[in-house]
């Protein structure tokens, strides 16, 4: 990642992960095993020291509690990277208990006016000619 820094010079420095814990609770695209934990790996985060944030511009941290989609990318090793802006996406008015059943989630979530974007982008893709891997975390 390259930071610039106070005298505008520019600045490589590692590449800085956030491993997050998420639930598939609905695939859009693919076939995640749901009901699950399975962790992701999101570019950015907290720095070392804990005093500055380093992302893509217009992007965004997950935070707990909350529902996103998310748009990640199968890895050589099989694990999940999610990277850049619009890679996690809030589902903006939608909350349910968490106590709540998951037919009750899953119909709310089928009705959701985002998630409705996203199948017909989904739908309307135009397939690139790409090396593509499989997730380990797949269902069978």
Do not use: H
Not at 47 to 52: A, F, V, Y
Not at 98 to 103: D, E, G, P, R
Request: hydrophobic share 30%.
């Amino acid at each position: 990642m390259n930071i610039e820094t106070k005298d505008d010079s520019t600045s490589t420095i590692a590449d800085l992960y956030t491993v997050y814990e998420v639930t598939v609770v609905k695939n859009i695209k693919g076939n995640l095993i749901p009901n699950q934990e399975i962790p992701i790996l999101k570019e950015g985060g907290i720095t070392q020291d804990k005093k500055e944030v380093q992302l893509y511009e217009e992007d965004i941290l997950p935070l707990e509690e909350k529902y996103y989609i998310f748009v990640g990318y199968a890895q050589s090793d099989g694990s999940i990277l999610i990277s850049g802006p619009n890679s996690n996406v809030e589902l903006k008015d939608f909350a349910v208990d968490t106590s709540a059943k998951k037919s009750l989630i899953n119909n709310k979530l089928s009705d959701n006016g985002q998630i409705l974007k996203m199948q017909k982008a989904v739908e309307a893709q135009i397939p690139r000619d790409r090396k593509r891997f499989k997730s380990k975390y797949e269902s069978k």
